[in-house]
């Protein structure tokens, strides 16, 4: 059905109050994400679309067991915000602002990793799980409930891979748009493993981008995987030492660029495409020339 957000889960919003975390307070609301609180500190007793507000993320825990968050926070408060959801016991956390100093995430990460907790993000679109939710400001319009699982590198392009799937006939079990930034609260380990794991996800989706070791990074952990992996690169064609996209999209001599991101994953067993359009006549190649489960059982 999905992964990491789930039926189970009770999301609050932090920093509710504000212009982004109201707008998309309504828009997560509408679309039927359990959204049970919002934290605003020195806005507790109010309410937003008529969700309650909090002053600390502590007293949603109690009255709510809220065990999700999703985190609108200007970026110099967003390190403060993240621990203050770890603290209380949060297990999801959804890190939605960019600009957030290195050193800050750095230390997000360490406590969310020693606390057993996913941190996606920052610098992320969030996730949605069709049919169930949404974390973060994607338009759940450009998503279909299926069992397709995506991850993403950039926001834009997951969406127009959503719609290029969702054209062919098929949908997502799960997105999740892993954050742009060089460091990441989760390693992208955890998202394959969540995906390899999921009983309603068949095939799963990389979107990937040059600069950074993220691709690399999943080619280790997908040649071990027991569900196919498609992938595909963006910036093939991006002018040499020329600064662009994304924080995380650097390149440092030869590693970080599309041949050998391309190679790594084609090494462990990953379908690499050469376009976009191309991954919907992946996936139909995957379900017409066997079925998936005799492509997991060949992995092992």
């Not at 049919?131 to 995506?150: E, Q, S, V």
């Not at 997908?222 to 030492?241: C, D, L, Q, T």
């Amino acid at each position: 059905m999905s992964i990491l957000l789930t039926n189970d889960t009770r999301a609050i919003i932090q920093g509710i109050t504000g212009r982004i975390g109201s707008i998309q307070a309504m828009w997560m609301k509408k679309y039927g994400t359990n959204i049970v609180a919002g934290v605003t500190p020195g806005n507790g007793g109010t309410e937003v679309e008529r969700i309650p507000v909090y002053d600390d993320v502590f007293e949603t825990v109690e009255k709510h067991q809220a065990n999700a968050s999703v985190i609108f926070v200007p970026a110099p408060f967003a390190k403060d915000a993240v621990l203050e959801a770890i603290d209380a016991g949060i297990k999801l956390i959804v890190c939605v602002p960019e600009h957030i100093p290195v050193n800050d995430t750095l230390i997000m990460r360490s406590k969310a990793q020693e606390k057993g907790v996913i941190l996606i993000g920052p610098n992320t679109p969030g996730i949605i799980s069709p049919g169930i939710g949404k974390l973060g400001i994607m338009p759940a319009n450009m998503f279909n409930k299926g069992r397709i699982g995506l991850l993403s590198r950039s926001g834009t392009l997951s969406y127009e891979v959503a719609g290029y799937i969702n054209a062919a006939g098929y949908g997502q079990s799960t997105m999740i748009g892993i954050g742009g930034d060089p460091i990441r609260g989760a390693d992208i380990s955890v998202y394959l493993q969540q995906f390899d794991e999921d009983p309603d996800t068949d095939i799963v989706v990389l979107v990937g981008e040059i600069g950074g070791s993220v691709e690399e990074d999943a080619a280790n952990y997908a040649k071990n995987m027991k569900k196919p992996v498609i992938a595909f690169i963006a910036g093939k064609n991006a002018p040499e030492g020329k600064k662009m996209g994304h924080a995380g999209a650097i390149i440092d001599g030869k590693q970080g660029t599309v041949e050998s991101k391309v190679k790594a994953l084609k090494e462990a067993g990953v379908i690499v495409a050469d376009r976009i359009a191309e991954i919907p006549e992946l996936i139909n190649k995957l379900y017409e020339n066997q079925n998936i489960s005799e492509i997991a059982s060949a992995k092992e």
